[in-house]
């Protein structure tokens, strides 16, 4: 059996190597390293696979997400509610530009962020819902936008986990994540779905004004050369790493149909393990795996383990070769630099549940069915002795 990864970029890059060698050369051979024909090729590819007006190439998902609450103009003290269960960028750059963020509990059952604790959240200072299409599956947008439509505010979606997914709405239509919301935001981290081979993130937006003093920001606030509107920033995806992305990105829909292949494995083979809940659905096609839809894009694939020791369960598999990740294993309204004296422990009992239950096991595209069923049985051996 080959090695088992948590995330198998050098397999990925076997299969595409003629071509990103090719690219990479091409941008040092004309040294167009910033903002060459690479980054605005990417642009317009990427425009045209999401469905979305504008793309904003940038230098990072956490940039990404900064950017697009600057665009919006937000002013410190607006409230922003998100989720207390995600990766802490999303925080971090609401504290960062002054804003007050607002975190709320997420749904045991799709770890996205639960509609009634966001509702109940909403006070006259709130601006923005950032919702986080953890781990791949599509946050409930259909009540996500329609809670914003009633109280007029900004939603902004944290897709670096999600870029590709399909939410399906009640009334049966399909549109990508990332360009539901008034402003959405990935990352090219190496690891993520669409990963470049260094950092990189983009903005997306249907709004053409939005994206307009957007692509300011990220120029240091310039819209005419050498004129400074409004304090910006530099961010700047490289055309390096544009050339790698353009590489990859007529792939993703089949790197993404990998994932949820072996996810779907491993669901057939945890069915009826008591001490496992494999990841669910949530979305309006509904079904528990998402075999008729694409709404899950299973950038991680995360079990809760219940009535089992999950920490003796992350030392076990990694004794035995099989790396796998507790993401996350601390709620954001219980670290240091995000506790709030206004926050209630009592709503966050599903966050506090989950830290304790979850476990990502390896995740990516060259996962083969020796890996798997390995990896299958050594978890289920172990939770059930
Ligand atoms: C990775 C990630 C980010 C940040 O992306 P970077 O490119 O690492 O800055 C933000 N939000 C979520 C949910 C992420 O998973």
């Given amino acids: 059996m080959r090695k088992i990864q948590m995330v198998d970029l ?23 390293f910033i903002n060459g024909p690479e980054v605005q090729g990417f642009q317009k590819e990427l ?37 207390d269960f995600t990766f802490a960028a999303t925080v971090e750059v609401i504290a960062l530009l002054r804003l007050t963020p607002v975190l709320v509990d997420v749904d045991p059952v799709n770890f996205n962020i639960d509609i009634a604790a966001l509702e109940k959240a909403i006070t006259p200072k709130t601006k923005a819902i950032v919702p986080v299409h953890l ?35 009640k009334d049966g239509t399909k549109k990508m994540t990332g360009g539901i919301g008034h402003v959405g935001s990935t990352s090219f981290f190496p690891s993520k779905n669409l990963g470049c081979y260094g950092d990189g993130g983009a903005i997306f937006t249907n709004d053409d004004d939005l994206a307009h003093t957007i692509r300011g920001i990220v120029n240091h606030g310039m819209y005419v050369r050498y004129h400074h509107d409004v304090v910006g920033v530099n961010s ?14 007529p792939h993703l829909n089949s790197y993404n149909n990998a994932r949820r292949n072996a996810a779907r494995k491993y669901t057939a083979a945890f069915q009826g393990v008591d001490q496992i809940i494999t990841p669910t659905g949530y979305c309006n096609a509904g079904n528990s795996i998402c075999d008729t839809c694409d709404c899950h894009v299973f950038h991680q ?6 009535n089992a020791d999950r920490d003796a369960l992350v ?10 990740g507790v993401y996350y294993p601390i709620p954001l309204h219980a670290q240091k630099a995000y506790k709030d004296d206004r926050y209630n422990e009592a709503d966050f009992t599903v966050t506090n549940q989950l830290v304790k239950e979850v476990i990502s096991l390896p995740m990516h595209t060259e996962l083969d069915d020796e890996q798997i069923a390995f990896i299958t049985k050594t978890v289920i051996d172990f939770v059930t002795k």
């Fill in 10 to 32: 050098k397999g990925q890059y076997a299969a595409i190597k003629e071509q990103v060698d090719a690219s990479i050369q091409e941008v040092i051979d004309t040294t167009a």
């Fill in 47 to 83: 425009e045209a696979y999401l469905g979305v007006k504008h793309v904003i190439p940038c230098a990072n998902g956490t940039d990404a997400l900064q950017i697009a609450m600057m665009g919006l103009g937000l002013e410190p003290g607006d409230e922003i509610i998100t989720a």
């Fill in 135 to 169: 781990f791949g599956l599509a946050a409930n947008m259909d009540e996500i936008m329609a809670l914003a439509e009633k109280h007029n505010l900004y939603v902004i979606e944290d897709n670096a986990q999600g870029i590709g997914s399909k939410y399906t709405s």
């Fill in 236 to 249: 700047r995806l490289d055309s390096i790493q544009a050339a790698v992305l353009r590489a990859k990105l």
């Fill in 301 to 306: 694939y995360t079990l809760r383990i219940i």
């Fill in 315 to 324: 030392k076990h598999l990694n004794e035995n070769d099989i790396p796998c």
